[in-house]
């Protein structure tokens, strides 16, 4: 089936330095890919919808110069959080829609900034 | 505002009973519904998912059933089973894009 692989599963930095997670469609080609952000027993909050080859779309709230989105490739999406503070420690997670309608999701990574 | 919603954040039942899990939406808009089965610190795996032209899905142990005019879908796990327990979350799409919209999650425990 189709895997979207996310790295890393889990990273700790330090507050005011930048992280950057990665997501890979590895059997397909992922047109679009969408940003989740968890916080602790909460939802998944859609952050950012991002189509290859064009700009991010951000969902409201969202501030897109803190959370860069690049879509470079059909098989690559990254999310780099910059200048992390403590506030944005959560768990991040991608997911890419199908053509077969269905969605696939990554295994997700925890930031933890100190 | 919370267009979908899982009013039960918990839910126990007892191994081999069916476990009935719950979600509510209001966007009329919504026509495709997924359900995920959640682990910390994992990403959801896709259960079932019914579109807004049926009102009854299967498969295997798990059947969801959707009542459009309520905007009401549940979803039926029977038999429940020890490994069942986790997080289950709803998920909607609208007919204008493919962004899924999810409910709050509920924390199901199948007790043996």
């Known amino acids: 089936g189709a895997v979207v692989s996310q790295h890393p599963s889990w990273v700790i930095c330090k507050s005011g330095t930048s992280v950057k997670i990665e997501c890979r469609s590895l059997?397909?080609?992922?047109?679009?890919m969408f940003w989740y952000r968890q916080f602790p027993k909460q939802s998944l909050m859609l952050m950012a919808t991002?189509?290859?080859?064009?700009?991010?779309?951000?969902e409201q709230g969202v501030e897109k110069d803190k959370f860069l989105i690049n879509h470079a490739s059909l098989t690559l999406s990254t999310l780099t959080v910059t200048s992390a503070h403590p506030e944005d420690s959560s768990f991040y997670i991608c997911?890419?829609?199908?053509?077969?309608?269905?969605?696939?999701f990554g295994s997700g990574t925890r930031l933890t900034v100190v | 505002d919370q267009q979908v919603k899982q009013n039960s954040p918990s839910l126990s039942v007892q191994e081999g009973r069916i476990s009935i899990l719950n979600c509510d939406y209001t966007?009329?808009?919504?026509?495709?519904f997924l359900w995920y089965k959640k682990y910390p610190a994992e990403g959801p795996t896709f259960l079932i998912s019914?579109?807004?032209?049926?009102d009854k899905n299967e498969d295997g142990r798990f059947t969801v059933f959707l009542n459009k005019s309520a905007k009401h879908l549940s979803l039926h796990i029977v038999p429940s089973q020890p490994g069942d327990s986790a997080v289950y979350f709803c998920?909607?799409?609208?007919?204008?894009?493919?962004?899924?919209?999810f409910g709050g999650g509920t924390r199901l425990m199948v007790k043996p």
């Open positions: 997911s890419a829609s199908l053509t077969s309608g269905g969605y696939t």
């Open positions: 059997d397909f080609q992922a047109t679009t």
């Open positions: 991002s189509n290859e080859g064009s700009k991010a779309t951000y």
């Open positions: 966007n009329s808009m919504f026509d495709y």
């Open positions: 019914i579109s807004s032209i049926k």
């Open positions: 998920a909607a799409r609208g007919n204008a894009g493919n962004m899924l919209t």
